[in-house]
Nanobody, 122 residues
Framework: QVQLAESGGGLVQAGGSLRLSCAAS????????MGWFRQAPGKEREFMAG????????YYEDSVKARFTISRDVAKKTVYLQMDSLKPEDTAVYYC???????????????WGQGTQLTVSS
């Protein structure tokens, strides 16, 4: 299996930037797609960005594409989410996930981290 651990959350003011990290251990990620999701209180967990490990192909939910960038460090087995121009509505628990295919649906991701809290103040 793959174990995932998010870090980098915290408190940031609106308009600021933050980078989240997801460190993977266990099975090689060469055949995986890694994704970032977020879940606000009372809301459904939603997809934000994904990256195919084999070639670095990236894809995004349209509403965050202009502000968020997903990337990977192959040697470190780490995926990042660079978040710029943060808004209060970005406040949520952010989760890293892994699956076998390029997908948007959370049900298609098999492995999940514990989540890291991001709070954006106005």
């Amino acid at each position: 299996q793959v174990q995932l651990a998010e870090s980098g959350g915290g408190l940031v003011q609106a308009g600021g930037s933050l980078r989240l990290s997801c460190a993977a251990s266990g099975r090689t990620l060469s055949s995986y797609t890694m994704g970032w999701f977020r879940q606000a209180p009372g809301k459904e967990r939603e997809f934000m960005a994904g990256i195919r490990w084999s070639d670095g192909y990236t894809y995004y939910e349209d509403s965050v594409k202009a502000r968020f960038t997903i990337s990977r460090d192959v040697a470190k087995k780490t995926v990042y989410l660079q978040m710029d121009s943060l808004k209060p509505e970005d406040t949520a628990v952010y989760y890293c996930a892994g699956g076998w295919i390029v997908a948007y649906e959370k049900s298609l991701f098999d492995y999940w981290g514990q989540g890291t809290q991001l709070t954006v103040s106005s």
